[in-house]
């Protein structure tokens, strides 16, 4: 519905004379609800106005834009309330001094103020040039709590669907990562095409922001899959390049694995981290020759990432190299550890988590060990049954 209403509200803007001049501007479930409704029953309604507001990027936060829409569309709406419209003038003057504020506000499009009125001022009020819509309000959709600030923001600087993809090549590059941003919850053929059109774009943010937002993609999409791994081979920025592992990891696919395998043993250690996570993602064939050496890697980082790996895919072949991270000075490798070797330990190892329970100066390490001691014992019971 809402894709809908962004439609239509794009073509009523866009064409003064247009869709709302020859035919009413509320929807048939508002017309029902009207013609049920006693003459003096308020009915909380959403209208849909023809203003657009800008800010320039980072001009003002968000919670300000918030305000001054509020503020401002409250007085277009005072402006246009007629002498038989005193509900909607008295409703909104209390709003404007504070006395029902949260009852104006801005939602999901900034186009859009909630208020009451009756089914003859409702009337009055989708006659005028200014509104492009009304609708009822829906108490979940169009709840505070359910409108991000995030929204917020992308949707001030892309408007709508059809916009966002001008956006893709506008002159700032926040547009740009706020257009992504929106396009790419649309999961569709034509915003993954757009989306992947600007993973070479010169800003390295918006690059980062495209890629990220291809990792976040539900589903299969081999042409995802095949945008990410030819863009982990060519990205030359630190950040872009991790957001790319990160999302060949998230999408899968064999595309990307023998360029995630070199990245794990790159001179990087943080390249060498996220190859190793995003290969236990994927979990190709021949991973232990990854994983196995990267358990003992001089980086704690890797070996934490590795040893979390070994551990989830029970990788029986890294076994001695989690063990001798149980006596490594850094306190979070041996806490990995005795966790990893909880995943995939036998007896012997109980035995070593017993005493490091007791042994180990830190409390959170020995409250790791005595779960994973556990983890071992009521494993070994099911599989003695």
């Known amino acids: 519905m809402r894709k809908t209403l962004l439609a239509l509200t794009f073509i009523a803007i866009a064409s003064p004379s247009g869709l709302f ?11 029902a609800i009207m013609a049920d409704s006693a003459p003096s029953r308020q009915i909380r309604v959403i209208a849909s106005m023809s203003a657009r507001y800008a800010f320039r990027p980072f001009s003002v936060s968000v919670p300000e834009q918030r305000e001054q829409i509020r ?4 007085e277009e709406l005072k402006e246009f309330a007629s002498s038989d419209q005193a509900g909607v003038s008295g409703y909104l003057s209390k709003a404007a001094a504070g006395q029902k504020a949260s009852d104006v506000r801005s939602n999901r499009i900034k186009n859009q103020i909630a208020f009451s009125a ?5 009337k009055d009020l989708a006659r005028r040039d200014d509104i492009a819509l009304i609708f009822p309000y ?20 892309t408007r709508d669907f059809d916009a966002a993809f001008s956006r893709l090549s506008d002159a700032n590059p926040t547009a740009r990562r706020n257009a992504i941003l929106f396009i790419a919850r649309q999961q569709t053929p034509e915003s993954l095409k ?39 081979k060519k990205e030359t920025d630190v950040g872009a390049k991790i957001s790319a592992i990160r999302a060949a990891g998230d999408l899968g696919g064999t595309s990307s694995v023998e360029t995630l395998k070199k990245l794990a043993v790159d001179p990087y250690a943080i390249y060498r981290s996220e190859a190793v996570k995003a290969l236990g993602k ?9 994983v196995v050496p990267a358990i003992s890697d001089e980086a704690e980082g890797v070996r934490i990432a590795a040893m979390e790996v070994a551990g989830r895919l029970r990788i029986a072949a890294g076994l001695p190299g989690i063990r001798a991270n149980l006596s490594d000075p850094s306190t979070i490798v041996r806490r990995a550890a005795a966790w990893a070797l909880g995943q995939t330990g036998g007896t012997s190892d109980a035995d ?7 042994s180990d100066p830190e409390d959170y390490v020995r409250v790791e060990a005595a779960n994973s001691v556990e983890l071992i014992r009521s494993r070994i019971k099911s599989q003695a049954k």
């Open 71 to 74: 503020l401002r569309r409250v």
């Open 282 to 290: 994927i979990s190709p064939q021949g991973i232990s020759s990854v």
């Open 352 to 358: 070593t988590l017993i005493k490091m329970t007791t």
């Open 194 to 232: 757009a989306i992947i059109g600007v993973l070479y774009d010169d800003d390295v943010l918006v690059r980062r922001t495209a890629v990220e937002a291809l990792g976040r993609l539900e589903g299969a999409w081999p042409s995802a899959r095949a945008a990410v791994a030819e863009f982990l």
């Open 138 to 157: 829906d108490e979940v959709k169009f709840a505070e709590e359910n409108v991000t600030d995030a929204e917020l923001n992308i949707i001030d600087y």
């Open 118 to 122: 009756t089914a003859d001022v409702i």
């Open 21 to 31: 001049a020859q035919q009413t501007k509320t929807t048939p479930d508002l017309e």
